[in-house]
């Protein structure tokens, strides 16, 4: 193999490729990115064995080949070349890395070593703006529990019946978010994307100003963005039935202003204890919301902020940091806090429809 191309192509190419490759003692390929040179193009590759990643870069081909060096150290020697153009070049089981006045070889791994991109049955194959598919991610990803005791509710819910909204959701048991975008002619199957793979699709496809093909079948998920192929296993099994528990009706309903509401809480939290705990009140007739934290170490805290309450008074604790959480994807000036009781999840939303946030309250405080 021997081919030119310009540093920062290969440079962005890895930037996002090492962050897939990554550390493992059992298979030590893993930790490489395969660099394939063929037709005036180069495909660098990278897979974790749950993500694949290949992204093809323009090049120079003078002989076709493959080579499977490990990613970080290609990548930390690029960061440190400022040349525009760089030459790569197989040297038996070692890659050259050549600029004007500096030459480096890089020990590499038997290419046959290096895993198949994975391919898909592609069951279904639809289009999505790259812009809706960021957004909905992002806007539910900090509900996505963390734990892969329970792999459907590590994974975010997407899904659409055709002219429906496409839906993404998720909950961690103790909060659950759900971004509803306008739908689109085609159905959106139901898929559970893990965690890990939602968090990569959001580093890798966001600030791209195109659409993403999607492909799946019942297990896997490829996605195409112009020179970007990804893919990313799908979590089986099913999601929970969440539109159940998302109350209807309400007994106290406050409308206040967010940024008000967010800065007062981020206050109140220095005085929090390591649970994270505020207490919220409403006052209907004086038209008020209180929020108190105490830390016998740290003080007391008391605020009150300015509210339109319609209904009973009502006295919860809550996690600020949960709190916090649902309000930053909160498009609106205003924000409604909607309660049914001290011990019932406390529904939050913007004036404009679209996004919702549920948030358990804490107990025995």
């Known amino acids: 193999m021997k081919l030119n191309c310009l540093n920062l192509h290969l440079k962005e190419a890895l930037t996002l490729s090492e962050k897939i490759a990554g550390k493992n003692i059992n298979l030590p390929i893993l930790d490489a990115v395969l660099i394939s040179a063929q037709n005036d193009k180069v495909v660098i590759s990278a897979t974790n064995l749950e993500h694949a990643l290949e992204i093809q870069i323009p090049a120079k081909v003078k002989k076709e080949g493959k080579k499977a060096v490990p990613a970080r150290v290609l990548s930390s020697l690029l960061s440190g ?76 819910f997407v899904s659409s019946e055709k002219n429906q909204p496409l839906i993404f959701a998720a909950t961690d048991s103790f909060r659950l978010a759900e971004r509803s975008l306008p739908g689109k002619d085609s159905i959106f199957p139901r898929l559970l994307i893990p965690q890990r793979g939602a968090a990569e699709i959001i580093r890798i496809f966001d600030g791209k100003d195109a659409n993403i093909d999607f492909y799946a079948d019942k297990n896997q998920l490829l996605l195409i963005c112009g020179n970007i192929k990804f893919f990313s296993r799908l979590t089986e099994g099913s999601f929970p039935d969440y539109q159940q528990v998302v109350p209807s009706d309400f007994s106290t309903e406050i409308l206040l202003d967010k940024d008000v509401f967010k800065n007062a809480l981020r206050t109140a939290g220095v005085f929090s204890s390591r649970l994270n705990e505020v207490k919220i009140r409403a006052y209907p007739d004086d038209r008020l919301l209180e929020i108190e934290t105490s830390n016998a170490e740290l003080g007391e805290h008391t605020n009150h902020l300015p509210a339109e309450i319609k209904g009973e008074s009502i006295e919860s604790v809550f996690n600020h940091r949960y709190l916090l959480d649902g309000l930053q994807f909160i498009d609106s000036k205003k924000v409604a806090l909607k309660f049914n009781g001290p011990e019932k999840p406390l529904l939050v939303k913007g004036e404009k429809d679209g996004y919702y946030y549920l948030v358990m309250p804490m107990k025995n405080i």
């Open 81 to 156: 070349l400022t040349e525009d153009n760089i030459e790569l070049e197989s040297q038996g089981d070692n890659l050259v890395v050549a600029v004007k006045n500096i030459s480096s070889i890089i020990k590499g791994y038997p290419t046959d070593d290096f895993p198949i991109f994975p391919s898909i049955q592609k069951k279904y194959a639809f289009s999505l703006p790259s812009f809706d598919l960021i957004e909905g991610l992002k806007s539910v990803l900090h509900a996505v529990s963390l734990s892969d005791i329970k792999p459907e509710i590590s994974s975010i």
